[in-house]
């Protein structure tokens, strides 16, 4: 006790008892001894002081004297060097080639940077150094979040007074229902491109070369193509959806949509966690003196304020430049390292054939998961392999159990939405792919040019090699885009999210049991007048609804032109006998709805935090997603596709699966040394192998248990029991915008008395078949292009040579630059079209009004065709656009079943 033993003894018995155990622990600290000292002198001057204010005394001192932060960074304890022998598994003078080739020595320009990163004593360098100023970043954040807060009001004033439907609930989740293809893809890119996007893929560069990139990115740009499948599927068994639990809840009851929720839930908390991590890791990495807790606050700000305004719609508008500025920045990357413009001294590279000598001359370390030959430059890696076979599981999962997803599907027409996804997610490949090939490969080179690695092995698993690069080349400029980047990322996908919980909490959990509009209503009854849609077996002779749609209504008429002429904040009361309470009640969900985005948006900080003080790893967290979720890939799947499921095989598939995978990776896990204690829990858990059996078993057996359950519970099926099946689904409606209304010149429909007046299925399903093959064919050709084709043709080259990595590095490179002039022109011009069109409606809808009046024609009915056309975007064809809508479907039709793609009609 530095010469005072009674205060060696009295701390010992302390720690004993565990009154100050951490006291104990710290005599590893420098400033230990004063302590001591001036405690001994409390001691001595405090005889016959109870020892738990003793104990209060010495607290204080501690904290006095203690230089730290009172922060999350108190915990960590950084590595400063890495070892020889480290490095040795690493450093080579000999080319990593194909076996047979004779041996080379590395280009002079490798020994030469090598050389200079040694020269006078310098030291090697090592980690990401924050130099961004804080008061830089608060900029960065306040601009960022005042253009986010911009868009969303600039989208709100084009609902109001172009599409004058704002004020509708449906809207804030569907934005009207009516989304352009290329605005679908804009946001299947940005909520797809989470900030793990831009940072776990160059992660897996680093680990596994080139076969990472690709894995990354083929293995997660299927589900999004395959995903189109249920997107039309959805559209046409449930076109009056908002979520796909709704679906399930239609169809199997209570106690299966509530297991089916919790999914969705742990699958939205899943990736608010992945974000979290990967934001605040690269933000304080770069940003001086921002704390976590900051960081996780802004975030917050930024997400909730432009969602909140506009709902969906707004995170629609607010993605496409997030996505613009994700493909201008991350070319920006590209061409100073392949091209290096401006001649940058701190740039080694320049060129493709500098980015081979450097990386050529680094071995990848002998492990068991390594690649063939130590080479970065080859697909036969076992560990690129076993990434990618998990990333194509747990990808699946994190897809179709996502609310956000179906989101994008619910917003656009059907073929629209088909061709969004298809578009979305081929244009989406090139972020990882060119992304993860550029920094990826260029921290390999940087680390080859230095001689040792640039980052700790802790650092490259939080995903700062991408960071790291963007420091070196660019300096400050390269900084800033790195923060762009990641903000970008996690504002369109938080935003998303944030939306994606909020729709479930309204639909599927206030709407459903907290405060449903009619709590005894059964299935198959109008919601407005609780009388039967259709006859019923055992009762014919039952009255049945006659509501009439809001389209053929006068007094919705009326309540609609009192409404809009008054200036009053507190609008009129509505009249309508039908209609009036169902849209008083719509009226508090939509305000219900602003509190659940704020509570969505502010329970996102504690989770950041709570990830950062556990120092949650961003790679366990990316590969465990699949085994907690990936169970319900095949249940959702047939729930919307298969008229057999039942809810004891949808139950017993995402339950018995997720336990089954649960199981047998811990069980695996188990085997490794240390087994599952504390100590090397996560590590033990988070190796490949036990990953990919826990993934493998989790879909495996939530799909067979699935399927098997189902013909137990219902071998027999008729075309009656089917029927009936998807009218469950097909009675999910709002009678105030009926989904009829919405796809009417799809149909060829003429106006309905009543708003549940619809076409039979077989109809609906004809009018969308060339949708479907469309869906079916691309995700077959594209999954076996990514899935096998592609992979198996890398697989007759052992190691890349020089001409074969310019053939992959321009590849990349070309597939960037084409999906930027894609998702920066298109939907830009598909929307500004649009909105032209809808301009030009309303104005004939105004004279057409202003003839009737001037010819005295007192006609209610006419004016609610106009109204409601203007107020609720049911904006309903002539015959003569009906008979051009046929004659363009058919050809249509035509053009799809071989394949062409064609340019569909507003």
């Known amino acids: 006790s530095f010469g005072c033993p009674e205060l060696g003894s009295y701390l010992l018995g302390l720690k004993s008892v565990g009154g100050l155990e951490f006291v104990w622990e710290l005599y590893c600290f420098s400033k230990l001894k004063a302590i001591l000292k001036q405690t001994e002198e409390l001691l001595w001057n405090t005889m016959g002081v109870p020892n738990f204010c003793k104990t209060g005394l010495i607290l204080i001192l501690i904290v006095i004297q203690c230089d730290a932060k009172g922060d999350f960074e108190d915990f960590e304890h950084p590595e400063t060097s890495i070892s020889p022998e480290r490095i040795a598994q690493f450093y080579t003078e000999t080319l990593v080639q194909s076996a047979g080739k004779e041996e080379q020595r590395c280009s002079e320009n490798v020994f ?62 569907d934005a009207g229902g009516k989304v352009s293809i290329g605005l679908t893809a804009t946001t299947i890119v940005s909520q797809w491109t989470w900030s793990a996007t831009l940072l776990q893929s160059s992660t897996v560069a680093s680990k596994y070369g080139i076969s990472g990139p690709y894995w990354y990115a083929g293995g997660a740009t299927i589900q999004i193509i395959i995903f189109s499948i249920l997107s039309i599927m959805l559209k046409t068994r449930a076109p009056g959806a908002k979520t796909f639990l709704q679906v399930i809840k239609a169809r199997f009851g209570s106690r299966t949509h509530l297991v089916f929720c919790t999914f969705a839930f742990f699958t939205n908390l899943i990736v608010m966690m992945s974000l979290t991590i990967a934001g605040t890791a690269v933000l304080n990495s770069l940003v001086a003196d921002l704390s976590p807790e900051l960081a996780a606050m802004l975030l917050a700000s930024v997400i909730g ?171 400050t400029t390269g900084e800033y885009a790195m923060i762009f980047l990641i903000l970008m990322a996690v504002m369109s996908t938080g935003s998303a999210e944030v939306i994606a919980v909020s729709s479930i909490v309204i639909y599927d959990v206030y709407q459903a049991y907290i405060c449903p509009f009619k709590p005894d209503l059964k299935d198959g009854q109008c919601i407005l007048c609780s009388r039967y849609l259709r006859k019923q077996k055992g009762d014919e002779d039952a009255q049945l609804c006659d509501c009439k749609s809001t389209a053929k209504c006068e007094a919705c008429a009326s309540d609609t032109i009192a409404r809009a002429k008054s200036t009053s904040t507190v609008k009129p009361h509505y009249t309508c006998e039908t209609h009036k309470d169902y849209k008083e009640y719509q009226e508090h969900l939509l305000n219900y709805k602003n509190w659940c985005i704020v509570l969505c948006t502010f329970l996102s900080i504690p989770l950041c935090l709570f990830c950062w003080a556990v120092n949650l790893n961003l790679a366990w ?190 590849m990349s490179r070309g597939w960037a630059f084409v999906a930027a002039a894609f998702i920066i022109i298109v939907p830009m011009y598909q929307e500004v079209k649009a909105i032209l069109k809808q301009i030009a409606q309303n104005k004939e809808d105004k004279i057409r009004e202003g003839e009737n009046i001037n010819h005295g024609e007192n006609q209610p009915l006419k004016h609610t065709e106009v109204l409601p056309n203007r107020l609720q975007n049911q904006v309903y064809a002539t015959k003569h656009a009906n008979k051009q809508e046929f004659i363009f479907q058919r050809l249509r039709n035509t053009l799809a079943r071989v394949l062409a793609i064609s340019k569909p009609t507003q």
């Open 112 to 173: 030469k940077a090598r050389a200079r990163a040694k020269a006078n004593g310098k030291k090697p360098s090592l980690g990401v150094q924050p130099t961004v100023g804080l008061g830089a970043a608060l900029l960065i954040f306040l601009g960022v979040g005042i253009f986010a807060v911009g868009i969303a009001q600039a989208f709100q004033m084009v609902r109001k007074h172009v599409y004058h439907d704002a004020d509708n609930l449906d809207t804030a989740f």
């Open 621 to 810: 967290t990316y590969y465990f997603t699949g085994i907690l979720i990936s169970s319900s890939v095949v249940p959702i799947a047939v729930s919307i596709m298969w008229a057999r499921a039942t809810a004891t095989g949808v139950i017993f598939g995402v339950i018995g699966g997720c336990a089954a995978g649960m199981t047998c990776w811990l069980t695996y896990a188990s085997t490794y040394p240390g087994g599952l204690s504390l100590a090397t829990f996560v590590q033990n858990t988070g190796e490949e192998l036990p990953m990919l059996v826990g993934n493998i078993v989790a879909i495996g057996v939530g799909a067979v248990f699935c399927i098997v359950v189902t013909f137990i519970t219902r071998w027999k099926m008729t075309p009656e029991i089917e029927e009936a099946e998807w009218d469950k689904t097909r009675d999910i409606d709002n009678p105030l915008s009926p989904w009829v209304a919405k796809y009417k010149g799809e149909l060829n429909l003429d106006d309905g008395e009543n708003f549940h007046d619809r076409p039979p299925l077989e109809i609906v399903i004809r009018k969308f078949r060339a949708a479907k093959i469309t869906a079916y064919v691309a995700a077959v050709l594209f999954t076996l292009l990514f899935v096998c084709i592609w992979p198996g043709s890398m697989l007759s080259i052992d190691i890349l040579d020089l001409s074969g990595f310019n053939v992959w590095t321009t």
């Open 305 to 475: 304020g432009y969602t909140l305004i506009g709902g969906l719609g707004a995170t629609f508008y607010v993605s496409y430049f997030n996505t613009a500025l994700i493909f201008v920045l991350i070319l920006m990357l590209v061409v100073e390292v392949f091209y290096n413009p401006f001649e940058n001294p701190e740039n080694p590279f320049g060129s493709s054939e500098s980015v081979f000598e450097f990386i050529a001359c680094w071995k990848a370390p002998e492990e068991k998961m390594g690649n063939k030959g130590g080479s970065y430059l080859t697909f036969f890696s076992s560990g690129g392999l076993v990434f990618g076979i998990v990333n194509i599981v747990g990808n699946f999962g994190t897809v179709f159990c996502d609310q956000a997803y179906w989101q994008s599907s619910v917003a656009a027409k059907p073929l629209q939405g088909v061709w969004g996804f298809i578009s979305g997610g081929l244009t989406w490949f090139a972020i990882p792919f060119t992304l993860a090939t550029t920094m990826g490969l260029a921290y390999l080179g940087l680390s080859s040019a230095q001689g040792s690695p640039l980052l700790t092995e802790e650092d490259v698993m939080k995903g700062l090699a991408a960071p790291l690069v963007a420091q070196k080349l660019l300096g």
